[in-house]
């Protein structure tokens, strides 16, 4: 067991001046802070007058202050109160009692000094032996560790330099001395068992005590009062026994043999007080100078305080001094005192009682231990396998982290579904309301399409209702969705700030691609339904300018149209596109106001204001072009109101149509093919049935004229007549003009003219123009052909 070296804690209280001292004195002791007091300061009223003169130097006959400086443990000014003192000072040491270490607290000082009222107190004031038994009872309750404790108590005086019992008022009492130390002949100790019990002994023993008034102390105690609290701990485990002594002194006042005032039983006391005193004053000094001999056995009360001051013990010493300077040379020795036993050491060690068991039981605490061993090792091994479990503990929780990315993905993925499905929706809607519009337009313009235009404009309902309806709901599902990418936004910092960012990176990413190739999915299922719509609405159209507007001629025209390639057309691929330029084909080339709408706005009824959808959805429709509904091919925008290949253009009301094919298509694969498609178109129409009849050579004739290369208006109109000519000469050469070159009355090529009998010479007036030469069908020769 290891020894503990420690000094001797010393603590000064200062009381405060009573009633007399209160009077024509002054103060000698200043507590300069918790550690620290200046002893004999200088007097504030220091000043010398002489003569009624104030003098530059003090008053030689004046004795001069000392003014030290002294450091303590602890000062304690004349405010604090004992509980206090005890909790600072006094509390520690109980726990070193239960520690097993032995204690002793002792209240040094002169007579009046204040160390009853610090050791027993008052009525009103609990002192330090109350407060400490207290504090230890509530300890012993406290403890868990298997101890038994059993207390027992005694309280003793040396009066006169003799010892007595005071609970129960025997003696005088021998000191022995054996290898354990001082000990009391025929003392024994009275059990106790609660606090209250305590006290009471305490009172009892108080009030045997020697007392007698003093000059200073009406109520002096004349002995040395040692209370002692024997603990005995026992280990309920092993039997071993532990005994640490509790001690608490009270010592006499030193007094002067003039406080007597002769009296000679005092004048005894006194001498007797003052012998012990300077025993222990002598034992104080020697062992502070390290001395190998301490005179212990000068005095009854150095002999049992031995263990306290030089022993095993942690010892407390309380120097009580008056602030006032009517005991100025007893405060001034009590404070040297003091100061000197600050350097007094103690060693203390645990006592432990070792108790005389048989060699049995040790062999079975020996087995004891030993399974207790083998317990701690499997203990032990476990904690192991726990431990390397951790790591699938943090698998774990990656996995939760990635359970957590996933559930906010699908979840983010289903409502942007949702929105962008609302949203198409209320598109097509919008577009079906301006379309709602045109065909009311159409219904206006032409009377005759009636039937058609009302079917349709009936079959849309109340378009505006079912849009706010949707767009209502689109409200509604855009701030979940809002909610949702901000829940998303929140895991992300969580994922960057946990310990499994770099795993968890990735699995973001994935998600984010995942949502990415999910925004471009719907976008293309988005503009198949839009191109359905607007199929039904060409078709729509078509069908009421069909029986609306055109002639008998236009309609057969454009049924030729129809049957040879629109159909075909609508049937392809990339019929969206194919048919929106259609559809400009026919209506938006140029104003048409006979339509009641100009292409332009036509184009626009896709109108729709997209928003400001997260994720990139806004990519979905390109903001800058304000919603305006484009087709698009391989992204790349086409611009729908230059698209324009062939036009209508009415001529006259009485039936003669003119085809012209535009300048617009030259450059890439797509747009040569609508070229050609624009070629065949009028290719057919020059070779319909109604303007010549050379069905069994118009396979061939096709062939040739798709063969052509050139596909200028003016190199076309030269194919095209040149074949002709090449054909009705096949058939009857000399009814063909070999001589085309007479322009027709418009400048461009006029399968009017070609169709209506006007005579030949008119057409032959005209003279060659630049664009190529006319071409004259001879009815009857195509007649004959047919025979
Ligand atoms: N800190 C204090 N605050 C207030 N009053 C105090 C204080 N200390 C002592 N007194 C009072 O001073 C008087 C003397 O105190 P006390 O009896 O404790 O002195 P003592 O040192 O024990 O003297 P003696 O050695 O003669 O027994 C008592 O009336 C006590 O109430």
Redo the contacts with the bound molecule.
Sequence with gaps: MANEQKNIKVVV????C?QKEELNTRSVVEVIDRTTLLFDPDEEDDEFFFRGVKQKFRDVTKRVNKKMSMEFDRVFD?N?A?KEIFEECVAPLVDSVLNGYNCSIF?Y????????????G?RRCAGLMSLTMSHLFNKIEEQTNGYRFDLGVSYLEIYNEQVMNLLTKTGPLKLREDAKGVIVSGLSLTPIYSVEELLKLLTLGNSNRT?HP?D???????SHAVFQVHVRMTDSKTGSKRIVKLSMI??????RAASTKGVKSRFKEGASINKSLLALGNCINKLSDGSKHIPYRDSNLTRILKDSLGGNCQTLMVA?V?MSSLPYEDTYNTLKYAGRAKRIRTTSRQNVLKSNLPKEFYIKKLNELIEENDRLKRANTDLEHQTSKCNTFAATECNDWCYRINASFSEILKTQKTLIALQNQTKILTWRKSLKAIVSGLFETFPTAQRESLAYISSCGDLDKEINKLMDKTKCVREEFKNLYKGWQEMQDDVQTSQYANTLQPCLKNQFICLHYAQQLLRSEHLISTHTELLKVIDLSYKVIKDAYLTKDQRYHIEALQQHFYVDLLKTEDSGQNNFDLMLTMFGNQNNDAFGCEGEKFVQIGEFAVGDELFDLDRLEDKTSAGNYSAETNGEKTNLHKTKLLSVQEDNVGGNSTFLVSPASTGSHWEKSKALKCKSNLVTCVLSKELVDISKNNKKLNNVLLRSKQFTHRNLMQTVATGLQKENRKIVPNRVLKNAGSRGPRDRFSCASLGSRQPMRALNNNPDGPDGPPVRFNRATSLRSKK
């Design positions: 209280r200062v009381r405060p009573n004349a604090a004992n209240a000082g002169a007579t009046g000094a204040g160390k009853t009222f610090t050791m027993l008052n007392q003093t200073i102390n009406a109520e002096s105690s004349r009270d010592l006499a006042g030193s007094e009580n008056s």
